[in-house]
């Protein structure tokens, strides 16, 4: 089993940054594909980006390319979400997700809410 625990979310300004840390434990996630989705009120839960196994390969939603930069440290077992430039539109619950065949793994989120 994966657990995965997310912080570093909060209130910030429009324009502002935050930096969002999804801590793994249980195993070791560096053969997983790493990924960060969110949620917003009376909205589905949406991608946001990903960082696949080991290797630098990223993706990212268009609605934050450019201004979303996710990470990971294989030794710290920790991805990261560097956001900048952040929008009211941002606003959500922010998950970690931890995928390799036959498993998925969530975490409980973390809220993020800019304000204008």
């Known amino acids: 089993q994966v657990q995965l625990v997310e912080s570093g979310g909060g209130l910030v300004q429009a324009g502002g940054s935050l930096r969002l840390s999804c801590a793994a434990s249980?195993?070791?996630?560096?053969?997983?594909?790493m990924g960060w989705f969110r949620q917003a009120p009376g909205k589905e839960r949406e991608f946001v980006a990903a960082i696949i196994s080991y290797g630098s390969r990223t993706d990212y939603s268009d609605s934050v390319k450019g201004r979303f930069t996710i990470s990971r440290d294989n030794v710290k077992n920790t991805v990261y979400l560097q956001m900048n430039s952040l929008e009211p539109r941002d606003t959500a619950v922010y998950y970690c997700?931890?995928?390799?065949?036959?498993?998925?793994?969530w975490g409980q989120g973390t809220q993020v809410t800019v304000s204008s």
């Open positions: 997700n931890a995928q390799r065949i036959g498993n998925d793994y």
């Open positions: 249980g195993r070791s996630v560096s053969s997983y594909r």
